[in-house]
Nanobody
Framework: QVQLVESGGGLVQAGGSLRLSCAASGIIFSFNSMGWYRQAPGKLRELVAAITSGGTTNYADAVKGRFTISRDNAKNTVYLQMNSLKPEDTAVYYC?????????????WGQGTQVTVSS
């Protein structure tokens, strides 16, 4: 059974930094894509950043230049370094992993970790 376990959320002041980690277990394949989504109260879940197994990255406009996504394929782990945090970054952050194999496309989600940025 595939599990994604996130860590690193918390409370930080505006301008501060946090680093999120997401470790996958229960799978021998390397995910095609891993990423982070977030959901603020009353809003839809949105993509924050994603990275392919080849290292191609994609960022939401709101976080470009402040957040950096990286991954360790050998460990099936993805990281999100968040700098210059703003109150509007406050949300529950979810790890996502996508696997494409001959039998289809599979999406996996972590349980979410709260990030709160105070002004």
């Amino acid at each position: 059974q595939v599990q994604l376990v996130e860590s690193g959320g918390g409370l930080v002041q505006a301008g501060g930094s946090l680093r999120l980690s997401c470790a996958a277990s229960g799978i021998i394949f390397s995910f095609n894509s891993m990423g982070w989504y977030r959901q603020a109260p009353g809003k839809l879940r949105e993509l924050v950043a994603a990275i392919t197994s080849g290292g191609t990255t994609n960022y939401a406009d709101a976080v470009k230049g402040r957040f950096t996504i990286s991954r360790d394929n050998a460990k099936n782990t993805v990281y999100l370094q968040m700098n210059s945090l703003k109150p509007e970054d406050t949300a529950v952050y979810y790890c996502n992993a996508e696997l494409r194999i001959s039998s289809g496309k599979y999406d996996y989600w972590g349980q979410g970790t709260q990030v709160t940025v105070s002004s």
